[in-house]
């Protein structure tokens, strides 16, 4: 019955009516379209296609007989021998396009079903929701490297334009981006010198100045008490206190006052200054045990130090007559 | 009295003035014990080294005594107000001699006073 309905309908016209009759029986379905095929082939019908010609190999093999031309059931014995049936009705189509083509017939054809097969097993893997080589993709892609500082200055884009909506967001970060490429750089311009010592500045200001006379002093003690208004807010009072010396400046630094050079070893080797000191005796030792006690002083710097040792040496001096008598 | 409390912060802050505030600065001192007090102490601060040397000089179980009986006159040689014993730590703003806290300096009198006006920086009435 199947097989002579399926010899009759080998007209474009029949394929629509086999479309509309497809999910009623699966033997129905394997009957091919030839010819004009609609592309738009509903996902549901073409599943269950699928999933009846899985099932059905008996029926595929069936249609061996059921064409005139030779060419066809080769093509369907070697789609089912590689396991994945392809889909019939593009089977037929493939063999017919095949046939109108004047060139080698058999050649055609199995292209026109490697093709088909391609498409199946993407169209299948995407269907199952299954692992499409993303890998063979990703290997191909190379990296596209960006220099740190673009980096950078693309990072600092986007967090400064976080607040903005979406598409202003995008056209200011490439405008951006770019004015910084080309424009601005890190390093460019006046240092505030926060945290590290503003050392060679200061010094360029100094030279300018000669020699002030007493007049010079005078007059610019009157433009500062002349030009000093009270402060309008609590930050200008907290800037004049700092100037005055009231207030410390931010961030802290432990060392204000303290300038020592010194190094940890000029603090602790303090042996060298006993040179003028007599080598034996009680002296001696009374001063090696002043030297280790000033050796573990951390507040004192090495010329107070010095100075200790020195006075030491100078009252020993002077004592030396009475020393002399014991 | 308030600017000898004021250079003693500045000394022990060792913070250097830029420049010369000009501001009202109090010159008399509460009373005369309070200026002799100050006296005494910039004589104990001059003297502090010396003081020091002779000490380990003297509380010395190595060096002869002979040297040791010579630094006791050194010391007693010199003047009487460089000791440090001698200061006494009066109350800043009244002078009083005794009930003077030493972490802020004040009779208590003054203490209680500022702190009942809200004007002691995170001092407040004991309740438990």
């Known amino acids: 019955k199947d097989k002579s309905a399926s010899s009759e309908d080998s007209t474009p016209e029949g394929a629509a009516k086999r479309q509309e009759d497809g999910p009623e029986t699966p033997k129905q379905q394997l009957l091919d379209i030839i010819g004009g095929m609609k592309v738009e082939v509903s996902y549901r019908k073409k599943l269950q296609r699928l999933k009846a010609s899985e099932s059905k190999k008996q029926a595929m093999n069936k249609l061996e007989g059921l064409d005139s031309e030779g060419s066809v059931p080769q093509g369907i014995t070697e789609d089912t021998q590689r396991g994945k049936p392809l889909n019939p009705e593009l089977v037929k189509a493939a063999s017919l396009v095949a046939s109108s083509l004047p060139r080698n017939k058999k050649q055609t054809e199995s292209e026109l079903l490697a093709q088909l097969r391609r498409h199946e097993e993407t169209t299948d893997t995407q269907?199952?929701?299954?692992?499409?080589?993303?890998?063979?993709?990703?290997?191909?892609?190379?990296?596209?490297?960006?220099?740190?500082?673009?980096?950078?200055?693309?990072i600092s884009g986007h967090i400064s334009l976080q607040l903005e909506e979406d598409g202003q967001r995008r056209r200011r970060e490439r405008s951006s981006a770019q004015s910084m490429d080309s424009k601005r750089s890190l390093k460019v311009g006046k240092r505030l010198n926060i945290f590290t010592k503003a050392s060679a500045e200061p010094e360029h200001a100094l030279k300018t100045v000669s020699s002030p006379t007493i007049w010079d002093l005078e007059f610019a003690k009157e433009v500062a008490a002349v030009t000093a208004q009270p402060p309008r807010n609590g930050?200008?009072?907290?800037?004049?206190?700092?100037?005055?010396?009231?207030?410390?400046?931010?961030?802290?630094?432990?060392?204000?006052?303290m300038e020592d050079d010194a190094e940890f070893y000029e603090h602790i080797f303090l042996e060298k200054h006993l040179e003028g000191f007599p080598k034996e005796g009680p002296i001696r030792h009374f001063m090696e045990l002043v030297i280790c006690g000033l050796s573990k002083n951390p507040y004192l710097s090495v010329k107070q130090k010095v100075e200790h040792i020195e006075w030491f040496q100078k009252y020993f001096e002077e004592k030396k007559e009475l020393l002399q008598e014991i | 009295m308030a600017a000898a409390a004021l250079c003693w912060a500045l000394r022990a802050a060792r913070q250097v003035l830029p420049s010369p505030c000009p501001r009202q600065v109090r010159s008399y001192?509460?009373?005369?014990?309070?200026?002799?007090?100050?006296?005494?102490?910039?004589?104990?601060?001059?003297?502090a080294d010396e003081r020091l040397r002779i000490n380990a000089i003297r509380k010395n179980s190595i060096l002869p005594?002979?040297?040791?009986?010579?630094?006791?006159?050194?010391?007693?040689?010199?003047?009487?107000?460089?000791?440090?014993?001698?200061?006494?730590?009066?109350?800043?703003?009244?002078?009083?001699?005794?009930?003077?806290?030493?972490r802020w300096r004040l009779s208590r009198i003054?203490?209680?006073?500022?702190?009942?006006?809200?004007?002691m920086s995170g001092v407040q009435r004991a309740m438990w």
């Not at chain 1, 692992?131 to 190379?142: A, G, K, P, Q």
Request: include cysteine; aromatic fraction near 8%; glycine fraction near 4%.
């Open chain 1, 127 to 154: 269907k199952k929701g299954g692992t499409i080589n993303i890998r063979n993709v990703i290997s191909e892609m190379t990296i596209k490297r960006q220099s740190p500082a673009q980096r950078a200055a693309r």
């Open chain 1, 235 to 257: 930050f200008e009072e907290m800037i004049q206190w700092t100037k005055e010396g009231i207030l410390w400046e931010f961030p802290i630094d432990n060392e204000v006052g």
């Open chain 2, 65 to 102: 005594k002979e040297l040791q009986e010579v630094a006791d006159k050194e010391i007693a040689a010199l003047p009487r107000d460089s000791c440090p014993v001698r200061i006494r730590n009066r109350c800043v703003l009244t002078s009083r001699p005794r009930g003077v806290k030493r």
């Open chain 2, 29 to 47: 001192y509460v009373d005369w014990r309070m200026l002799r007090d100050v006296k005494r102490r910039k004589m104990a601060y001059e003297y």
């Open chain 2, 110 to 119: 003054v203490f209680r006073h500022f702190a009942d006006h809200a004007q």
